[in-house]
């Protein structure tokens, strides 16, 4: 059976989404929009779509993505625009449709170098005036006990302290090499890579 086809008995009333997956509805143009994404993914090709708010998007192409990882040795990665989009699909999305198919596959979620925080900058940036003092210091203690280091996770007392303090700790995307750093064993972001390189879909 084709991948396309797959999808959309899965995604078809009375298949096997319809009663485990959350909220689920009855949408013609999600599964034509699905078994397109599923067809492109089997014979290769590229394919633009369009689809407006409600149609289901997600679903759409995590579904294929999943099955197509599961069945050939190719690793999935799934590319978005914006970073909350990454973590809706990496902590809900994929974590739902999974457990709806009884699978297990291995997911990572990979950002951009300067969302991890980085330990030798974090130990060595200095605040500039007292809220910038309490937002590092809060970072360092969730930053000792967090394995991600994913600045998105993190929770500041002060948002505004915090938007002024991201720059200066973060990973420099241009500076820093897991060649020269001293620090690399503590890196959030070499971590984050070598768990995205074991992974079979990548967000």
Not at 15 to 35: F, I, K, T
Not at 72 to 79: P, S
Not at 150 to 172: I, Q
Request: hydrophobic letters at 40%.
């Amino acid at each position: 059976m084709s991948l396309a086809r797959r999808v959309e008995e899965l995604l078809e009333p009375g298949g096997r989404l319809a009663g485990r997956w959350p909220r689920y509805e009855e949408r013609e143009v999600q599964r034509r929009l699905a078994g397109d994404i599923a067809a492109t993914i089997e014979h290769g090709g590229v394919l633009l779509a369009e689809a407006p708010t409600g149609v289901g998007k997600s679903l759409a192409y995590l579904l294929p993505a999943v099955l197509s990882a599961l069945a050939t040795e190719r690793r999935v990665v799934i590319a978005t625009c914006t970073r909350s989009l990454q973590d809706q699909l990496y902590e809900r999305d994929l974590p739902a449709l999974l457990e709806s198919l009884d699978l297990h596959l291995p997911c990572a979620c990979l950002k951009g170098k300067q969302n991890y925080v980085c330990p030798r900058a974090l130990e060595l940036t200095e605040g500039r005036g007292a809220e910038e003092d309490e937002v590092l210091e809060q970072l360092r203690r969730w930053a000792a006990g967090d394995e991600e280091g994913d600045l998105d996770r993190f929770v500041p007392a002060d948002a505004e302290a915090m938007r002024r303090v991201r720059g200066r700790v973060g990973a420099d995307p241009a500076a820093c090499t897991i060649v020269t750093c001293r620090r690399g064993r503590e890196c959030s972001w070499v971590r984050a890579r070598r768990l995205a390189a074991q992974a079979r879909i990548v967000v």
